[in-house]
């Protein structure tokens, strides 16, 4: 992993305040041509905000900046963008009412007069298809028709097509987080490729074994600072966790083995066979279990969870509910966050019965919930009446967790819910979801992480629509999900 040396980007001592919060105290960062850069911090540590002021969309408080070894008084976004800077962020930008030609064309404004679209969809097209062989989206496919998987490809593909202007910088936050192990191994691969063609990029993640293998550098962030930086060979995942402050997990023991032998005999609570299921298989689930929906992304996971929910309140032959249900949505965007409400309105939504007081709904009891679940599961806010907005968008899925946990539901349905979290907060989560499991509550639990799957008592892997295996624990790893979600194909 060589890169060229010459310095791109220095930034130094950069403040940036948000009334009397701090989003970075004196934050210090450097970027070399041709060099990969890891940054990795739990939620909050100022990633996310450093990036925005690497992009010039948000000006700093204080702080130097240096661009091609020239010192830069003011830096906007149309500085960024003659640079060649490209972003991914965690929330997408697309804009879902266009099709995926129309949205290459937005940031490319060279592609003009007839034909525009023609070019427009070629570049997109010809760009995923370096990418993320066999990607199955179409020029002319509108942004809001495709899953959440293939947005994310999109996006990541207009950030490195390349019309008048080369991509220099490509900033990616969480570009594996809607994706499966062998789409986000696709990605990483390109991003070598990029990086040893001379472009550079910054790689944001919590899934460390990614910015561990695909990053030259690695820079940690805790408090708005960087704490530490050095040469990714210098790093291991312990060291990482470390320097961000956490504790490494220990594996489930002998403990967790008893408690899976005693669920067995424990009554079925959901039975659902997919839709696209040609033999007899279904997906069943007792109480108190985890059960992990496996396989590639957008064959069928998300869908089971939807039809699951809807029995709830409409049984049907192929699918039986015998017990409320809540969604934790991964897509918080499109069916997660109210964005027009408070944290507290949107964490108490999903409990209206029991914050009801006489015939009215209680504020004092509403408080006394989002309260206690902002500090259960630790939501970074000075108060719960702010909007859901003002959060971190792992921070947001938190509330989105605790809406679910603090309702009546005995069936927690979660699609993907850790997108964007940082790693100490899924260590807590985890806990917690096992804790609520002894409790006898149960969790169907789609993730394109292979390493959450060993949270679960068993997993099902999904191919076009329908089960093709079932893995238990001890089987639940990368190369047996990879095999079984590739198993038969030509």
Same mark, same amino acid.
């Given at each position: 992993?060589?890169?060229?040396?010459?310095?791109?980007?220095?930034?130094?001592?950069?403040?940036?305040?948000?009334?009397?919060?701090?989003?970075?105290?004196?934050?210090?960062?450097?970027?070399?041509?041709?060099?990969?850069?890891?940054?990795?911090?739990?939620?909050?540590?100022?990633?996310?905000?450093?990036?925005?002021?690497?992009?010039?969309?948000?000006?700093?408080?204080?702080?130097?900046?240096?661009?091609?070894?020239?010192?830069?008084?003011?830096?906007?976004?149309?500085?960024?963008?003659?640079?060649?800077?490209?972003?991914?962020?965690?929330?997408?930008?697309?804009?879902?009412?266009?099709?995926?030609?129309?949205?290459?064309?937005?940031?490319?404004?060279?592609?003009?007069?007839?034909?525009?679209?023609?070019?427009?969809?070629?570049?997109?097209?010809?760009?995923?298809?370096?990418?993320?062989?066999?990607?199955?989206?179409?020029?002319?496919?509108?942004?809001?028709?495709?899953?959440?998987?293939?947005?994310?490809?999109?996006?990541?593909?207009?950030?490195?097509?390349?019309?008048?202007?080369?991509?220099?910088?490509?900033?990616?936050?969480?570009?594996?987080?809607?994706?499966?192990?062998?789409?986000?191994?696709?990605?990483?691969?390109?991003?070598?490729?990029?990086?040893?063609?001379?472009?550079?990029?910054?790689?944001?993640?919590?899934?460390?074994?990614?910015?561990?293998?695909?990053?030259?550098?690695?820079?940690?962030?805790?408090?708005?600072?960087?704490?530490?930086?050095?040469?990714?060979?210098?790093?291991?995942?312990?060291?990482?966790?470390?320097?961000?402050?956490?504790?490494?997990?220990?594996?489930?023991? $002998?403990? =967790?083995?008893?408690?899976? !032998?005693?669920?067995?005999?424990?009554?079925? #609570?959901?039975? /659902?066979?997919? @839709? &696209? +299921?040609?033999?007899?298989?279904?997906?069943?689930?007792?109480?108190?279990?985890?059960?992990?929906?496996?396989?590639?992304?957008?064959?069928?996971?998300?869908?089971?969870?939807?039809?699951?929910? $809807?029995? =709830?309140?409409?049984?049907? !032959?192929?699918?039986?509910?015998?017990?409320? #249900?809540?969604? /934790?949505?991964? @897509? &918080? +965007?499109?069916?997660?966050?109210?964005?027009?409400?408070?944290?507290?309105?949107?964490?108490?939504?999903?409990?209206?019965?029991?914050?009801?007081?006489?015939?009215?709904?209680?504020?004092?009891?509403?408080?006394?919930?989002?309260?206690?679940?902002?500090?259960?599961?630790?939501?970074?806010?000075?108060? /719960?009446?702010?909007?859901?907005?003002?959060?971190?968008?792992?921070?947001?899925?938190?509330?989105?967790?605790?809406?679910?946990?603090?309702?009546?539901?005995?069936?927690?349905?979660?699609?993907?819910?850790?997108?964007?979290?940082?790693?100490?907060?899924?260590?807590?989560?985890?806990?917690?979801?096992?804790?609520?499991?002894?409790?006898?509550?149960?969790?169907?639990?789609?993730?394109?992480?292979?390493?959450?799957?060993?949270?679960?008592?068993?997993?099902?892997?999904?191919?076009?629509?329908?089960?093709?295996?079932?893995?238990?624990?001890?089987?639940?790893?990368?190369?047996?999900?990879?095999?079984?979600?590739?198993?038969?194909?030509?």
């Amino acid at each position: 992993m060589k890169h060229t040396g010459a310095s791109l980007i220095d930034l130094t001592g950069i403040e940036k305040s948000y009334g009397a919060v701090r989003a970075l105290d004196g934050a210090d960062f450097s970027l070399s041509a041709g060099e990969c850069v890891g940054v990795v911090g739990h939620n909050g540590a100022g990633k996310s905000t450093l990036m925005h002021v690497l992009n010039g969309g948000v000006a700093p408080d204080r702080g130097g900046f240096v661009v091609d070894g020239e010192e830069r008084r003011h830096w906007s976004s149309a500085g960024a963008r003659a640079l060649g800077l490209r972003c991914v962020f965690q929330e997408l930008s697309l804009c879902p009412n266009l099709t995926v030609a129309e949205n290459a064309r937005v940031v490319h404004p060279a592609i003009q007069g007839f034909g525009w679209r023609s070019r427009a969809g070629r570049l997109i097209l010809d760009t995923l298809d370096e990418i993320f062989p066999g990607h199955g989206v179409k020029a002319n496919d509108l942004v809001q028709d495709l899953t959440i998987g293939r947005r994310q490809m999109v996006e990541i593909a207009r950030a490195f097509s390349v019309s008048d202007t080369p991509a220099r910088l490509v900033i990616l936050d969480e570009p594996t987080s809607s994706l499966d192990a062998h789409t986000a191994g696709q990605l990483l691969a390109h991003v070598r490729r990029s990086v040893e063609s001379g472009a550079s990029c910054i790689l944001i993640s919590h899934i460390l074994g990614e910015v561990l293998s695909a990053c030259d550098r690695i820079v940690v962030m805790r408090d708005g600072k960087a704490v530490m930086a050095d040469v990714a060979r210098n790093f291991d995942r312990a060291k990482l966790v470390g320097a961000m402050g956490g504790i490494e997990p220990e594996a489930p023991g $002998a403990q =967790a083995a008893s408690s899976i !032998a005693a669920r067995r005999e424990t009554p079925v #609570v959901v039975r /659902v066979r997919p @839709d &696209r +299921q040609a033999d007899q298989r279904e997906l069943v689930a007792r109480e108190g279990e985890i059960v992990g929906l496996a396989g590639l992304a957008g064959h069928g996971q998300t869908d089971l969870l939807l039809a699951t929910f $809807a029995a =709830a309140s409409h049984p049907r !032959a192929s699918a039986t509910v015998s017990a409320p #249900v809540a969604l /934790v949505a991964g @897509d &918080r +965007q499109s069916d997660g966050v109210f964005p027009g409400w408070s944290i507290a309105h949107n964490i108490g939504v999903r409990s209206l019965k029991q914050l009801r007081s006489g015939a009215l709904l209680s504020l004092r009891l509403e408080d006394e919930l989002a309260n206690g679940w902002r500090e259960r599961i630790k939501i970074r806010t000075p108060d /719960v009446h702010n909007n859901i907005l003002s959060l971190s968008g792992g921070n947001q899925q938190k509330a989105l967790f605790a809406r679910a946990l603090a309702s009546d539901a005995r069936i927690m349905l979660m699609d993907d819910p850790m997108r964007g979290v940082d790693f100490n907060t899924k260590l807590e989560v985890y806990d917690l979801i096992r804790a609520e499991a002894e409790r006898g509550r149960t969790f169907l639990w789609y993730t394109t992480e292979v390493e959450e799957l060993k949270n679960c008592d068993r997993a099902y892997v999904f191919r076009n629509g329908a089960i093709v295996a079932e893995l238990m624990r001890d089987e639940l790893n990368e190369e047996q999900v990879i095999h079984s979600s590739f198993a038969g194909v030509a």
